[in-house]
């Protein structure tokens, strides 16, 4: 357990104390970056496999690689803890050991991937208009058999992610995009899209499912869709009012806490906006960052919400206190150009980003 902002900050992988900031009041938790995978242009996607031990990395670059997560104990990051006269720049970020690399995966570049909720797939989407579907084998970290190549799209692919048909056994494939701004389902067992949800006027840019039947999306249309595939179709409508007034801004990224009470939207305007969904109100909105918000997740306790922006940035926001309220934010880590997304590993209290600078860095707080 540590302590910024006066408030407990949980950590379930390693303990660690901020220290005081320079002003002598509480302490910022001290992320450092633990390793950073350069790649020749712009990293656009980064998800950890569901058994923390892996992260997959897609870029514009069309490689698709899958790296190992290191052991942070065995790293430097301790040797800098333990130098009394280091400062937070002195520790030494390493290179991510990869375990499988593909040049030229897609024929465009890499914008989205994702796991299924037992790593057993792995799905990617490109600006080729295509998402691939591979069977992925944890123990060897290889993609296993043939590809299934889904070509039902007629523009990028901006986001995709699974849900599990409880009826069937069988994992479903939600993917949008741009062109015509439908939702596709693909039965994985099959690899066949068998439904195309209709709804949004503009680009679909972000997607996400936090258990059942049930998923949102967010559009350049300025729209969120909650969609429930036992009535095939969409159950609600929101245009989440945002610092620019009632016209609102386009939904850039989306999340849902794991319980399903709450939605947090990420718009281009830059500000964020939390929404009540068994209450169907709107809470707040508020601005963490000083440019598009391109990326938000809760934290595995869902305590807090990172979020990552176009001014280079990755925010912490503190979710334990009263929700209508002013929320306690603070920078946690930068990036040399945009951040594109932020991941949280699935048990322990660290983070990758993947950015326009063309690297996906791996941030942790470091044990003492």
Sequence with gaps: MIIFFGLEFINSGCVSSPGPDQNGGPGRPRFVAVTSLEDVQAVRCAEFHPNGRLYAVGSNSKTLRI?????LMDLSIIEWVNCPNCSREDHVTHQPTVLFKRTMHHKGSIYCLAWTPMGDLLATGSN?????LMKFNADTSNLEGQEVELMMHDGTVRDLCFLEDTSNKSSLLISGGAGDCKIYVTDCATGTP???LSGHSGPVLTLYNWGGAMFVSGSNDKTVRFWDLRTRGCVNVLTPTTSSGSRGSSVASVCVDPSGRLLVTGHEDSSCALYDIRGGRSVQCFRPHSSD???IRFSPSAYYLLTGGYDNK????????????????VVVAQHQDKVISGRWHPTEFSFLSSSADKTATLWALPPI
């Design 67 to 71: 790296c190992s997560y290191p052991k």
């Design 128 to 132: 080729d208009k295509t998402v691939k």
């Design 194 to 196: 068998f439904q195309a």
């Design 293 to 295: 918000v391109r990326s």
């Design 314 to 329: 990755l925010v912490l926001t503190d979710l334990q206190g009263d929700l209508t309220l002013p929320l306690p934010s």
